[in-house]
């Protein structure tokens, strides 16, 4: 079973310039997190998909972040303008079902951001 | 609000030696609680989860609601167990269903 798949894997960009990332999940699984993990922090989510719906994105900075997840496979996370403090990893996840005690993230390689 | 906390940022010990990583939780309501484990160079993937009450690779955790907390224990450690560890929390079916992660705990096994 192939994992979920990310790219770019790095990325180094300017401050106030744009930047999109992409994650195929695995196939079949409903459900489609991205987590933003800042150096010598653990993950932090930025926002639940379920299928193609919003589930959560109360941590999601709409200002600047936005994401997608089209036919509820595929998904893009894109900063547009870039900040200082949005160097980080970006992890994307992806589970069979909506979360819970009973299923299991599956996580990419995620995509190092350096914003200078 | 869901919070995790792992004090330790490295624990160091040798082979052989006992293990055990904190986890402590601020969670009102009935939390789900997870380790996951990074070994160098690899995806982040779950250990363990504190309803299969199984031991992973030699690991064991055990839910104490009355500490809030869910620490990971090995009796014996060895070098392969060398990696970054992360508590996790969900918030069930009444609360956040993605996991709230800890700032994680790198362990080192030295020979």
């Known amino acids: 079973e192939a994992g979920v798949a990310q790219s770019p894997r790095y990325k180094i960009i300017e401050k106030r310039q744009s930047v999109a990332f992409w994650c195929n999940p695995i196939s079949g699984h409903a459900t489609l997190y991205w987590y933003q993990q800042i150096l010598g922090q653990g993950p932090k989510l930025l926002i639940q998909?379920?299928?193609?719906?919003?589930?959560?994105d109360s941590q999601l900075p709409k200002d600047r972040f936005s994401a997608e997840r089209l036919k509820g496979v595929d998904s893009t996370l894109k900063i547009q303008p870039a900040k200082l403090e949005d160097s980080a990893v970006y992890l994307c996840?992806?589970?069979?079902?909506?979360?819970?005690?009973?299923?299991?993230?599956?996580f990419g390689p995620g995509t190092r951001l350096t914003v200078l | 609000a869901q919070r995790v906390t792992q004090p330790e940022k490295l624990l160091s010990v040798f082979k052989g030696a006992p293990v055990e990583l904190k986890c402590n939780y601020s969670y009102s309501g009935s939390p789900e609680l997870f380790w996951y484990v990074q070994y160098s160079r690899q995806r982040l993937q779950l250990l363990l989860r504190h309803i299969s009450r199984e031991s992973i690779k030699g690991f064991t955790a055990d839910l104490n609601k009355g500490e809030t907390s869910f620490h990971l224990k090995k009796p014996f450690a060895q070098e392969e167990d060398s990696a970054m560890y992360y508590c996790a929390l969900s918030g069930g079916f009444t609360g956040r269903r993605a996991l709230t992660f800890g700032s994680g705990t790198r362990l080192q096994v030295q020979p």
């Open positions: 998909f379920q299928n193609n719906g919003v589930v959560d």
């Open positions: 996840a992806s589970s069979p079902r909506g979360g819970g005690i009973t299923d299991t993230q599956y």
